[in-house]
């Protein structure tokens, strides 16, 4: 990778994240924590206001505008392609996210490029079986509490049919067994309790915080699942 290319590199990775570490930046573009000084100053030397605080590392002051990021073709035809992925694998809610999203991505492209996403388009399919009809809209809510720290409200069906009511704080989301499950911390059952997310039939976030503070990492979690895959 020639220097122009890496400083449109860093400057992306610093755009996509609050803080970034001198450390990270050596490591995407395996280079020295030296180099990655030098490519600093010369983007502030562009004007670009990269700004340092310890302890975090570099950010782009905030309010700084940056013109739209443009994409290869490449780019453009591997975001088309996760359009499939998305509407196969998630719900409604993020859907439309995605949906909004790619919209604005293809806005910045040249017309030439629009024109063969056009065509490409018409050329990529999944088919999956009925199991992966996703016809809820919870994901987009649940990635919001889990992010704002929330305790969410829900009815949940258990394989039994049975209803019930619940009071949880939502950890993470992990996709296994080819369904979305919510981690969380189930106040009825004072543990921690693993929900079919096509198995809520209503959710509310409370928008009152979290009450256990020391909740564990999703990634440990995953050691207990009952299947690897």
């Known amino acids: 990778m020639n ?26 573009f395996c280079i020295s924590v030296r180099t990655v000084y030098r490519d600093v100053k010369a983007l502030t030397e562009q004007g670009i206001p990269v700004s340092f605080e310890a302890a975090k590392g570099y950010f782009i002051v905030p309010g700084f505008f940056l ?20 509407y196969a694998f998630t719900d409604k809610s993020i859907q439309t996210h995605y949906s909004n999203a790619l919209n604005k991505i293809k806005n910045v492209l040249r017309h030439s490029q629009k024109e063969k996403l056009e065509k490409l388009t018409d050329n990529i399919r999944m088919q999956l079986p009925p199991c992966f009809a996703n016809d809820y809209e919870y994901l987009s809510l649940l990635q919001h509490t889990i992010s ?4 969410i409200e ?11 009511r619940r009071k949880a704080e939502p950890i993470g989301l992990i996709f296994y067994a080819f369904s979305w499950h919510l981690i969380a911390w189930c ?34 979690y995953m050691k207990s699942l009952p299947v690897n895959y």
Do not use: C, W
């Open 67 to 86: 013109p739209p990021v443009a994409f290869t073709s490449a780019e453009a035809n591997a975001i088309l392609l996760m359009e499939s992925v998305v």
């Open 3 to 28: 220097r122009i290319d890496r400083l449109f590199g860093i400057l992306t990775l610093l755009q996509s994240k609050k803080f970034v570490p001198a450390e990270k930046i050596a490591e995407k």
């Open 154 to 164: 829900f009815d949940y069906k258990n394989n039994q049919e049975e209803i019930s």
């Open 187 to 220: 106040h009825l059952r004072n543990d921690y309790r693993d929900f079919r997310v096509s198995r809520i039939l209503k959710v509310a976030d409370t928008q009152i915080p979290f009450q256990k503070t020391n909740h564990i990492e999703v990634s440990a």
């Open 148 to 151: 704002a720290k929330t305790i």
